[in-house]
């Protein structure tokens, strides 16, 4: 029975993954390419009024005034990102739990503790430090990884194109390794170097114990932790490695020293059996999965236009329909055991992975997938999409002088459909100075997550549409492009004494010497002088919230227009 429970709740919870992912960076995503010696008050939600009040006339490259930089502080987004991150380790190390080169060892670690203890409390106490000793380690692992990179280093991880095409590489070998294809091990010398040390007695003994127990599970655990930290270490918390690395050591701990405390629950474990590998390979299926988001980071900044929205989803299809295949038992591996018949679980856990693949299929043709649409590249990249044949653009620019809107070849792409923004903020202004609207200033980028969820769950709201369409000028400022401004536009900020090369580079530095953000999504509303009329707003996946908010707005904007 725990044998089925256990692979029930591994299946369940990796195929839910995504929606999860998507849905847990619920206030905070951290896609600005800012300046790195920067410190900023993020705006979370309407009622954050860090930005109020700064009212700027239109700025120019080089007159840019930089307002009082508040010091930054621990904000509530920045808590919950961290208890995700949290988590996620704690979840990641259940799950390395599991795996073919730690859960056999459990009853020999037990076993060894008893026997040389000589007593019961011995025997606890020294599991206890063995565990403590296991959490010190990888700990100290995530540690190294902020010093070696550097937190300003790691807020750039998001969207910097070395980064996430390596983190892709990185994954794809992860994910061929869990399929069996080879095994990610660590010099010999090294480990048996440690292991000979864990032959001593007293506390040195048993932390040299559990660092071999690292280096010998290294090939199952290493695609975990190093997917663990690429995770975290992209977030761009400082804290993030060394918090998620604290939850996967704990969740390793806890069985070791829970067992040593009762011995007899050994009696209750599953057998080891090829069951410990088909976990391992699912996981691999979904290493491949994950490792195409971050290609997609990279293609979607650099404009490549490979990997569109169709294109994404197929790839997931094929990758989750072999997974189902595999355990029907259909596909086989070198080192699987041979599948006599299908068991219960393994049906359960097949008919779970087929409804996932059936779901995401009419995505192909349009479907929105809110579960997952955060994840997923904007649907403006999807060339045939049955939801918006008929969708009416906005007739804005036909209205004013404008004849031709800046950047919009490059980001037309990244606008959901049915909706017509100006992508410089100047012609924003003078589209609302002529039409007499107040502008809607969307501070977003291309591998924002929380602006995807915006906008295919909120904005895609009839009420909110409706409102956006007609009551206002959008303006989209993408603060993680990678174009480079023609050399007559580039220019040193007064801001953060940097040079300014890119189109992201701009609309990120303007973000933050204007409105003391660096946070995305991020909504202003301003009048065509660029006063700001009301509290910005970040990620409010309440669509009633956003209409208050869009409403306060447009009040604001009539009361003033008639004093």
Request: with cysteine; aromatic share 12%; charged share 20%.
């Amino acid at each position: 029975m725990k044998k089925v429970l256990l692979l029930i709740l591994i299946a369940s919870m990796f195929i839910a993954l995504p929606a999860v992912k998507s849905y847990a960076s619920v206030l905070q995503d951290t896609t600005a390419s800012a300046p790195d010696d920067i410190q900023f008050t993020e705006v979370g939600s309407a009622q954050d009024s860090a930005a109020n009040g700064i009212v700027k006339d239109s700025i120019k490259k080089d007159t840019v005034k930089a307002p009082v930089v508040a010091k930054s502080k621990t904000t509530d987004a920045e808590k919950l990102t961290l208890w995700q991150t949290f988590l996620k380790g704690l979840f990641g190390g259940f799950l390395a739990f599991l795996m073919p080169c730690i859960f056999p060892m459990v009853p020999l670690t037990v076993s060894f503790f008893t026997k040389k203890a000589g007593s019961r409390a011995k025997a606890i106490g020294h599991a206890f430090l063995y565990g403590i000793s296991i959490i010190i380690i990888y700990v100290a692992l995530g540690m190294f990884v902020t010093i070696a990179f550097g937190s300003d280093t790691l807020n750039a991880l998001s969207t910097n194109g070395i980064f996430n095409a390596f983190f892709f590489l990185m994954l794809i070998v992860f994910g061929a390794s869990f399929l069996g294809a080879f095994e990610i091990t660590l010099p010999s010398a090294f480990v048996n170097k440690i292991d000979a040390k864990s032959d001593k007695g007293g506390l040195v003994g048993i932390f040299f114990m559990a660092f071999s127990l690292a280096l010998v599970s290294f090939s199952c655990t290493g695609p975990l932790v190093g997917t663990l930290l690429v995770d975290a270490a992209s977030k761009g918390d400082r804290l993030g490695p060394a918090v998620g690395m604290f939850g996967f050591s704990l969740a390793l701990a806890i069985p070791f020293a829970l067992f040593a405390l009762f011995p007899s629950l050994l009696k209750s474990l599953p057998k080891s059996g090829g069951w410990l590998n088909s976990v391992k390979v699912v996981l691999g299926f979904i290493e491949l999965a994950f490792a195409f988001k971050f290609l997609s980071n990279v293609d979607l900044a650099y404009h490549w236009n490979l990997l569109d929205r169709e294109v994404f989803l197929a790839i997931w299809i094929a990758i989750f329909a072999l997974m189902g295949m595999y355990l029907l038992g259909k596909l086989k591996f070198s080192h699987d055991s041979d599948l006599p018949f299908l068991s219960v679980p393994r049906t359960f856990l097949a008919i779970l992975v087929f409804a996932w693949v059936i779901y995401l299929i009419p995505g192909m043709w349009g479907a929105p997938l809110k579960s997952i649409s955060a994840f997923l590249p904007p649907t403006a990249t999807q060339d045939f999409d049955l939801n918006n044949l008929t969708s009416i653009q906005s007739s804005s620019t036909a209205k004013t002088s404008i004849k031709e809107k800046k950047y919009a070849e490059i980001f037309h792409r990244l606008t959901p459909k049915g909706f017509d923004p100006y992508y410089d903020f100047e012609q924003a202004k003078q589209a609302a100075k002529e039409l007499n609207k107040p502008v809607l200033v969307d501070f977003t980028g291309w591998n924002c997550v929380n602006c995807r969820k915006m906008e295919n769950n909120v904005w895609s709201n009839p009420a909110v549409a409706k409102r956006l369409k007609e009551d206002f000028v959008m303006a989209e400022l993408v603060v993680d492009d990678k174009t480079e401004l023609p050399e007559s536009e580039q220019f040193v900020s007064n801001f953060s004494k940097k040079k300014i090369k890119t189109i992201g580079n701009k609309w990120s530095d303007f973000q933050a010497s204007t409105y003391n953000s660096n946070s995305q999504p991020q909504y202003i509303i301003i009048d065509a002088e660029g006063n700001v009329l009301v509290p910005p707003q970040g990620a409010d996946y309440n669509a009633e919230n956003y209409i208050k908010f869009l409403d306060s707005g447009k009040e604001a904007f009539k009361k003033k227009t008639n004093e």
